[in-house]
């Protein structure tokens, strides 16, 4: 029995969404404010904590609707009856559908909630809704409060004064009336699905079916003994050595639950369990003689003022030793510190956890409370003696952010052994009778580039279309995108695998051609672009005979993207490098240029193209590439065609060129510019076939300030078209 997928509705920037789940581990990416704690929210408080609702939790442009409904209540009449029927509020309310795939060997489960007789096993779907539990209730106090309202300012009301009160008390509409009683009026009803009605996204929204009017909601959670749901959300609580001691440490109270439900010799003992038992009894009849040595001279006071006297109880000092309350302390949890095989020591080296480093602390508490959790569903130790209880047929466990406090290695070990941990019992390494589904979200781009890229749902953000409108987001599966066995897929995970993720927690991405541009673009971008450089952009070197490659990636996720690459001018042979030239039938190399952007081989038709034409027309992607540019050398005017990046900063850059004395490349090139013809574009061209363009960027950084630099024209135009994009998709509002 696993999760297929979830369809997330009306829940905050959720919209509409279905989030696939993967057999075993599925993790959510995507940048700042995208929806991944919306979409974590959502799984925890319709699945656990289904009491925790507040009015933040609606898609607020539902916000609208809502308010209608209660104006719709308030002007009722007797020829215009309220309409207090659930239909009206359907399209506003928060909601999770369910699809859980079930075997035919597995239908016991599930006998409680299958759709219809004809069902024998595949998808089965339970919708969990937010909403009025009853509305006739809730239609009486909210009419009769807003009616309370609106007479007493009524009443305040001086007719001699002729005034006008712009006070509105509370409630002033519907939506005023749930921000304080929600609680009090809704509640999560579930509903069981039809198979046969399910359909499928459509430009990444969710298709949900209608709930008929009339439906009669489950009167018992369905998922109750049959998904056993564990989470560790984000906050956790740590403490360092200064941090005031509010609560006891973390991993002690750990430790101390799963000592009370798992371990605790009390709890009906056994065999196992009498020696430790009898330690302790002996250990309170020794304490218990010396409480009363020790308090005996005390006692005797109270003796020579008459107590206890006649008729009153004496005095007895005795001791209660529960091995509980040996782990209830801020210091149950040690480190030691010291060698294992010294034995000299007086006393161990030890210190309490909080002076353990943070990281070490999550770690740990993360570890141990997945080990509680597999331990607590495989009913391991005294929680297997308690009655009634059951094995959930799967387990689903959901982490918010792991990556708190730990550095990269150590995320990638956690997230590496996360599952493993859960599945480490003996009825779960080999048996597929219970299954088990971890669900993480993260900012981490290290835990991203450790998991299985089928693994990564990306959620992407989407603009407000209409007024009224606020910008939502869809889920991206990955597995469609790198599931497929072609090239062009093998290609992009051993890149992403070799170099880094954080394009899936970017705003922007630019590729780049080479390690020169790799090395200089930032530069510019800090000195030319400040806009840009405080934005979250992704640069990756992966030039241009393959950023094409990524092409089906980028334009998954949607991101604004430019390419930065070279003209790559050959004869028209398509064989030879060549310098380019108006008019002599040449091509471009470039495979990026050919088929990606602007999917052009003709280098006349690529050096006339506008800047337009340089954009895609279905996404937010730009490419940059050298065009003409007009120079002077000893006051004549020439045209002159950059072939790569290198030539085309000198160009731009004529002065600062001709004072550089440095080696190599940088050498060439300026003793082409100083020689002040019309020949430099060749010169250039020459010593660029060997030169060493990292070395290049290299010793151009050390002997001038970046700042100094002018930008290539053609990667200006670039990262202006950026900043603009960015600009439109930084307003993150209601549309107007």
Not at 93 to 105: A, F, Q, R
Not at 358 to 372: A, D, E, H, P, T
């Amino acid at each position: 029995m696993k999760i297929e997928f979830v369809e997330i509705l009306n829940f905050r920037k959720l919209k509409s969404c279905r989030v696939d789940f993967n057999e075993k581990e599925t993790v959510f990416v995507g940048a700042n404010n995208s929806g991944k704690t919306s979409a974590m929210d959502a799984l925890i408080l319709f699945l656990k904590d289904k009491t925790k609702f507040s009015t933040s939790d609606f898609t607020i442009s539902n916000r609208r609707g809502i308010n209608e409904i209660g104006k719709s209540w308030i002007n009722e009449s007797k020829d215009n009856p309220a309409d207090l029927s659930l239909e009206k509020w359907q399209e506003y309310l928060p909601h999770l559908d369910v699809w859980i795939k079930v075997e035919e060997n597995e239908i016991y489960y599930v006998s409680h909630i299958i759709p219809t007789l004809q069902w024998q096993s595949g998808l089965l779907g339970i919708r969990l809704r937010l909403e009025p539990e009853n509305i006739e209730i809730l239609f009486n106090h909210f009419h009769t409060l807003y009616k309370s309202s609106k007479e007493a300012i009524e009443k305040a009301k001086n007719p001699t004064k002729n005034e006008q009160f712009s006070l509105k008390l509370w409630p002033a509409t519907m939506w005023d009336f749930l921000e304080k009683k929600l609680p009090g009026y809704f509640k999560i009803h579930a509903y069981i699905l039809d198979p046969l009605k399910l359909k499928e996204p459509e430009g990444g929204h969710a298709r949900p079916q209608i709930i008929l009017s009339g439906s009669t909601p489950l009167d018992s959670d369905p998922f109750k003994d049959l998904i056993k749901i564990d989470i560790i959300n984000a906050q956790r609580g740590f403490s360092g050595p200064n941090t005031p001691d509010n609560n006891i440490g973390n991993l002690s109270s750990q430790l101390g639950d799963y000592f009370k439900k798992h371990l605790n010799p009390s709890d009906q003992p056994n065999p196992s369990d009498i020696e430790a038992l009898q330690s302790i009894e002996d250990a309170k009849i020794s304490f218990d003689a010396k409480l009363k040595e020790s308090f005996q001279s005390s006692l005797m006071e109270l003796e020579s003022l008459n107590y206890p006297g006649f008729g009153n109880p004496r005095i007895t000092i005795s001791s209660l030793i529960n091995p509980i309350d040996g782990l209830d302390h801020p210091s149950a949890v040690q480190f030691d510190v010291s060698n294992k095989d010294d034995v000299s020591l007086d006393s161990p080296l030890r210190l309490p956890e909080k002076y353990n480093g943070l990281g070490y602390q999550n770690l740990i508490s993360m570890v141990f409370k997945l080990i509680r959790f597999r331990d607590e569903w495989m009913q391991v130790g005294k929680i297997s003696k308690i009655e009634n209880r059951v094995f959930e047929p799967l387990h689903l466990v959901l982490i918010e952010e792991p990556e708190a406090h730990l550095h990269a290695q150590i995320q990638q070990v956690f997230i590496g052994k996360a599952y493993e941990v859960l599945r480490n019992h003996i009825n779960l390494k080999k048996s597929k009778q219970f299954s088990t589904q971890l669900v993480v979200s993260t900012h981490s781009n290290h835990i991203a580039h450790e998991v299985d890229f089928v693994c990564l749902r990306y959620f992407r953000r989407k603009p407000a279309i209409k007024n009224g409108d606020v910008p939502t987001s869809i889920v991206v599966n990955l597995s469609k995108t790198f599931g497929t066995e072609n090239d062009t897929t093998k290609f992009a995970i051993r890149y992403l695998k070799t170099t880094h993720c954080d394009l899936f927690f970017a705003d922007a991405a630019i590729l780049v051609e080479g390690p020169a541009e790799r090395m200089l673009v930032p530069h510019f971008i800090r000195h030319n672009c400040p806009e840009l450089a405080i934005s979250y952009i992704s640069l990756l070197e992966i030039g241009g005979s393959h950023a094409h490659r990524l092409r089906p990636l980028i334009e998954d996720l949607g991101l604004i993207t430019l390419v930065i690459t070279d003209i790559d001018s050959i004869d028209s042979n398509g064989k030879t490098a060549v310098l380019p030239e108006k008019n002599k039938g040449y091509k471009t190399g470039n495979d990026t240029l050919k088929s990606w952007l602007p999917v052009k081989e003709n280098l006349d038709e690529l050096l006339a193209l506008n800047d337009e034409s340089k954009e895609s027309k279905d996404f937010p992607i730009r490419v940059a590439y050298q065009f003409p540019l007009n120079i002077k050398f000893q006051e004549n005017e020439y045209e002159a065609i950059p072939y790569t990046f290198e030539d085309a900063l000198a160009f731009e850059n004529i002065a600062l060129f001709k004072t550089i004395e440095g080696n190599g490349l940088i050498k060439k090139i300026s003793n082409a510019i100083k020689m002040n013809t019309k020949s430099a574009g060749k010169d250039m061209f020459d010593a660029l076939k060997n030169g060493k363009k990292a070395e290049f960027a290299l010793e151009l950084l050390f002997l001038k300030e970046p700042e100094t630099l002018k930008v290539p024209k053609y990667i200006k135009d670039g990262l202006d078209w950026m900043n603009g994009k960015l600009k439109i998709k930084q307003e993150d509002f209601i549309a107007k």
